[in-house]
Protein backbone atom coordinates (compact mmCIF):
# COMPACT_ATOMS: atom_id res chain seq x y z
CA UNK A 1 0.00 0.00 0.00
CA UNK A 2 1.38 3.47 -1.23
CA UNK A 3 1.22 6.15 1.75
CA UNK A 4 2.47 9.34 2.08
CA UNK A 5 2.14 11.68 5.42
CA UNK A 6 2.35 14.78 5.16
CA UNK A 7 3.98 16.83 8.57
CA UNK A 8 5.40 20.16 10.10
CA UNK A 9 2.19 21.87 9.15
CA UNK A 10 1.12 25.19 12.34
CA UNK A 11 0.33 28.82 12.76
CA UNK A 12 3.01 31.15 12.12
CA UNK A 13 3.32 34.94 11.29
CA UNK A 14 3.90 37.04 8.31
CA UNK A 15 7.08 36.77 7.33
CA UNK A 16 7.64 33.33 9.20
CA UNK A 17 9.03 29.96 8.22
CA UNK A 18 7.86 26.44 8.45
CA UNK A 19 9.46 23.03 7.13
CA UNK A 20 6.63 20.67 5.65
CA UNK A 21 7.93 16.98 5.41
CA UNK A 22 6.46 14.29 3.09
CA UNK A 23 7.08 10.78 4.05
CA UNK A 24 6.67 8.07 0.93
CA UNK A 25 6.34 4.29 1.45
CA UNK A 26 4.88 1.58 -0.57
CA UNK A 27 6.27 2.54 -3.92
CA UNK A 28 7.25 -0.28 -6.32
CA UNK A 29 9.54 1.82 -7.90
CA UNK A 30 12.37 3.94 -7.45
CA UNK A 31 11.69 6.47 -9.72
CA UNK A 32 8.85 8.49 -9.05
CA UNK A 33 8.00 12.54 -8.50
CA UNK A 34 6.84 14.23 -5.87
CA UNK A 35 4.50 17.14 -5.84
CA UNK A 36 3.43 19.51 -2.91
CA UNK A 37 0.68 21.10 -3.95
CA UNK A 38 -2.03 23.70 -1.70
CA UNK A 39 -5.94 24.41 -1.89
CA UNK A 40 -7.20 27.32 0.12
CA UNK A 41 -10.90 27.88 1.04
CA UNK A 42 -12.50 28.50 -2.07
CA UNK A 43 -9.96 28.05 -4.14
CA UNK A 44 -8.84 25.61 -6.73
CA UNK A 45 -5.47 22.67 -5.80
CA UNK A 46 -2.75 24.37 -6.84
CA UNK A 47 0.81 22.69 -7.51
CA UNK A 48 3.74 24.47 -6.31
CA UNK A 49 6.50 22.34 -6.47
CA UNK A 50 8.10 18.79 -7.43
CA UNK A 51 11.09 17.23 -7.54
CA UNK A 52 12.42 14.03 -9.59
CA UNK A 53 13.93 11.56 -7.69
CA UNK A 54 15.87 10.62 -10.71
CA UNK A 55 18.10 13.32 -10.89
CA UNK A 56 17.08 15.76 -8.45
CA UNK A 57 14.91 18.34 -11.20
CA UNK A 58 12.44 20.60 -9.27
CA UNK A 59 9.87 23.12 -10.34
CA UNK A 60 8.43 25.81 -8.34
CA UNK A 61 5.57 27.89 -9.20
CA UNK A 62 5.56 31.84 -9.67
CA UNK A 63 3.86 32.53 -6.65
CA UNK A 64 6.32 31.30 -4.34
CA UNK A 65 9.44 31.22 -6.14
CA UNK A 66 12.07 32.30 -4.58
CA UNK A 67 10.95 31.54 -0.87
CA UNK A 68 10.03 28.28 -0.96
CA UNK A 69 12.66 25.00 -1.43
CA UNK A 70 11.28 21.50 -2.03
CA UNK A 71 14.26 18.73 -1.14
CA UNK A 72 14.59 14.67 -0.83
CA UNK A 73 16.74 12.46 0.99
CA UNK A 74 15.70 9.32 -1.08
CA UNK A 75 17.65 7.18 1.58
CA UNK A 76 14.57 8.13 3.88
CA UNK A 77 11.97 8.43 0.90
CA UNK A 78 11.39 11.84 2.53
CA UNK A 79 10.82 15.44 0.63
CA UNK A 80 10.78 18.53 2.33
CA UNK A 81 9.23 21.67 1.32
CA UNK A 82 11.11 24.59 3.13
CA UNK A 83 9.23 27.85 3.28
CA UNK A 84 10.48 30.90 3.85
CA UNK A 85 9.17 34.69 4.06
CA UNK A 86 5.39 32.94 4.50
CA UNK A 87 2.30 35.46 3.62
CA UNK A 88 -1.26 35.32 4.13
CA UNK A 89 -2.02 34.45 0.91
CA UNK A 90 0.33 31.58 1.63
CA UNK A 91 -2.80 29.70 4.46
CA UNK A 92 -3.61 26.50 2.50
CA UNK A 93 -3.74 22.60 3.08
CA UNK A 94 -0.52 21.47 1.71
CA UNK A 95 -0.61 17.87 0.34
CA UNK A 96 1.84 15.94 -1.32
CA UNK A 97 1.54 13.13 -4.08
CA UNK A 98 3.60 11.39 -5.82
CA UNK A 99 3.32 10.06 -9.53
CA UNK A 100 5.44 6.90 -10.84
CA UNK A 101 8.10 8.36 -13.57
CA UNK A 102 10.55 6.38 -16.18
CA UNK A 103 13.42 4.85 -14.98
CA UNK A 104 15.99 7.60 -14.90
CA UNK A 105 14.25 10.15 -16.79
CA UNK A 106 15.23 13.78 -17.35
CA UNK A 107 12.43 15.17 -18.13
CA UNK A 108 11.45 17.78 -16.25
CA UNK A 109 9.23 17.08 -12.60
CA UNK A 110 6.49 19.68 -14.03
CA UNK A 111 6.03 17.22 -17.52
CA UNK A 112 4.14 14.98 -15.16
CA UNK A 113 0.86 15.56 -13.90
CA UNK A 114 -1.11 12.38 -13.09
CA UNK A 115 -0.30 11.80 -9.48
CA UNK A 116 -1.96 8.72 -8.46
CA UNK A 117 -1.01 8.98 -5.08
CA UNK A 118 -2.01 11.51 -2.23
CA UNK A 119 -1.40 12.56 1.58
CA UNK A 120 -3.72 13.59 3.76
CA UNK A 121 -2.86 17.06 3.93
CA UNK A 122 -1.07 19.81 6.01
CA UNK A 123 -2.66 22.51 7.72
CA UNK A 124 -0.67 25.96 6.99
CA UNK A 125 -1.62 29.23 8.87
CA UNK A 126 0.05 32.20 7.95
CA UNK A 127 -1.76 35.10 10.53
CA UNK A 128 -1.33 39.24 9.57
Known amino acids: EVQLVESGGGLVHTGGSLRLSCAVS????????TGWFRQAPGKERERISC????????YYADSVKGRFTISSDNAKNTVYLQMYNLKPEDTAVYFC?????????????????????WGQGTQVTVSS
Open 97 to 117: AAVIIPTSTTWPCKNFEDYEN
Open 51 to 58: ISSTDGNT
Open 26 to 33: GLSFDDYA
